[in-house]
């Protein structure tokens, strides 16, 4: 398994789920919606101060973008798509525009704002996020909000960038993601850097244009367009990192703010590469003593033999794959594809009984289980065909972001180093951001404290035994930002809003509904 470097951020691949927020895909929160003719919008002017207009641009030259009207369409259901114009480059608004793709799924009763809405990624769908606006909120909100979402410049249907075809795709995140010695390094490095170089053929000037910086001011133009003075707002996963960057760059323009299972954005690529790798290790711990206790788990009677029993089992698919027969592409599952399966189910406690099938499956030489969870995991159909293009996009964001070390030895010594207290998930996600080493575009992030001062409340949400995006990067940002407001849920998967827990979903909806400030640490 080749890096891929949350999703969901270290973004290794295997964080690579992890910063979308894959209860999108694992706990039925996603929805299938089509842009169907979002058009080019239209102009329509306004002015006023920069926290009582909506429209005030940042810059007069952005003044054709904060200005347009959108041009909302029928799509899918009930709902209603449109076409948001934003430059390629916010520095240079002359030079090139494309089209974001914007869904909107209509507030059910009346309508007290726009509740923009975004699963994580980098590269999960916001409309489709939105499509599925009775999964993501409550039907209290939904009957006040709009909740509209958007597909983030370079995913899906918003310019999308694309380097590899599904094939090549298949190869590269079927690699093995942990290299034991100077010739699978070698190898690892060579393929990190293939594809950045088809990337780099492939996307053109949008290569260099697609940071979260850039992507949430498209946020503020979308902010804008919808007539809304502020932005209310709710992120999971990656969608947290962007809601924490919109806030650093328009603290004036902050209205309710959710973040939930968070990115904190201070974080070094070794802290987070690190970080994920005690947090799934954390949640494969308690994934095994579930399965240990709930008798004949095929792992064995102990927990510590059934951790061990993981670690054994990703050794001898890497040295020898076994059989997968219900995919068309795909005839061995690999450790890439072992792992991404493993880590696919500890998203949501709800899949644990299926990765306890899978592995009796695997143990006795049948790797369809774990594929079809890997194939959820990376939107791909067992036909060999990916419905997105997060798998790609990711790294093209992420590297962005923050700039990688192209020297192998630093490596070598996180998968030392991350071992001794993650010793499952150490070895493969050491190597998570090894990818942008050897990215072809120069980063134009950094790590970066962010207080958001002058914003009103920001409500962020932890999780204790979450895979993805552990707890104490949400009790970093909650004691960061100037106005955070930390609430924890005791709890297994990834994010904790509407997962069936009644004391984080009221104060949740309390806060979008009628600003009631939960104080400053609410545990659930």
């Not at 060579?190 to 260099?208: E, Q």
């Not at 960057?245 to 690190?274: C, H």
């Amino acid at each position: 398994m080749t890096s891929t470097t949350t999703r969901t951020a270290s973004y290794g691949r295997v964080a690579a789920i992890g910063m979308i927020g894959l209860a999108t895909v694992l706990a039925g929160c996603t929805g299938d919606a089509e842009v169907k003719g979002a058009p080019s919008s239209s102009s329509a002017g306004a002015t006023g101060g920069p926290s009582a207009a909506p429209n005030t641009p940042p810059s007069p030259a952005l003044a054709q973008f904060y200005n347009q009207k959108l041009n909302w369409q029928d799509c899918e259901g009930d709902n209603k798509c449109a076409g948001l114009k934003v430059p390629i480059d916010y520095t240079k608004p002359a030079g090139g525009s494309i089209e974001v793709a914007v869904l909107k799924s209509a507030a059910t009763g009346d309508k007290k704002g726009s509740l923009v809405v975004n699963p994580g990624g980098p590269g999960g769908s916001g409309v489709d996020y939105a499509a599925a606006a009775d999964f993501v909120v409550s039907s209290k909100v939904h009957k006040s909000y709009d909740v509209v979402g958007f597909d983030p410049r370079g995913v899906q249907r918003s310019a999308p960038i694309t380097c590899l075809d599904d094939k090549q795709l298949d190869t590269f995140l079927g690699s093995d993601p942990s290299p034991d010695d100077k010739a699978e390094e070698g190898s690892f490095m060579k393929s990190t850097k293939g594809f950045g170089d088809a990337c780099k053929t492939k996307a053109g000037p949008l290569l260099s244009h697609v940071s979260t910086s850039d992507a949430v001011k498209d946020m503020d133009v979308l902010r804008a367009a919808l007539g809304e003075p502020k932005l209310d707002y709710l992120g999971k996963s990656y969608g947290t990192f962007l809601g924490s960057t919109y806030a650093d760059q328009f603290p004036s323009r902050v209205g309710k703010f959710v973040l939930d299972g968070v990115v904190s954005p201070d974080l070094t690529n070794t802290e987070m590469n690190k970080g994920q790798a005690e947090g799934f290790e954390r949640a494969t711990k308690s994934y095994v003593k579930d399965c240990v206790a709930g008798g004949g788990c095929p792992l064995g009677s102990t927990q510590q033999a059934g951790e061990q029993k993981i670690r054994d089992f990703l050794k001898q698919v890497d040295a020898k794959p076994i059989p997968v027969t219900d995919d068309e592409q795909v005839k061995q599952l690999t450790e890439g594809w072992a792992s991404m399966g493993i880590a696919a189910a500890m998203y949501d406690q709800g899949s644990w009984g299926t990765l306890t099938q899978a592995f009796k499956s695997a143990f006795g030489g049948d790797g369809n289980g774990l594929m079809k969870l890997a194939n959820s995991y990376a939107e791909r159909g067992s036909g060999g065909s990916y419905s997105g293009n997060i798998m790609q996009v990711i790294n093209a964001v992420n590297c962005l972001d923050r700039q990688g070390n192209s020297d192998p030895a630093s490596y070598e010594k996180d998968q030392a180093d991350f071992s001794k207290t993650a010793p499952t998930w150490g070895p493969m996600l050491a190597w998570g951001t090894a990818i942008c080493g050897t990215w072809p575009v120069k980063a134009t992030g950094a790590p970066k404290k962010i207080t958001a001062a002058g914003s009103g409340p920001i409500l962020v949400i932890g999780t204790t035994r979450d895979p993805a995006t552990p707890y104490e990067w949400s009790q970093r940002l909650a004691a960061m930002l100037q106005n955070g407001r930390l609430i924890s849920y005791d709890g297994d998967g990834h994010t904790a809003y509407r997962r069936s827990n009644s004391c984080v979903d009221n104060a949740v909806d309390a806060y979008l509904l009628d600003g009631k400030d939960p104080g400053k640490s609410l545990k659930c």
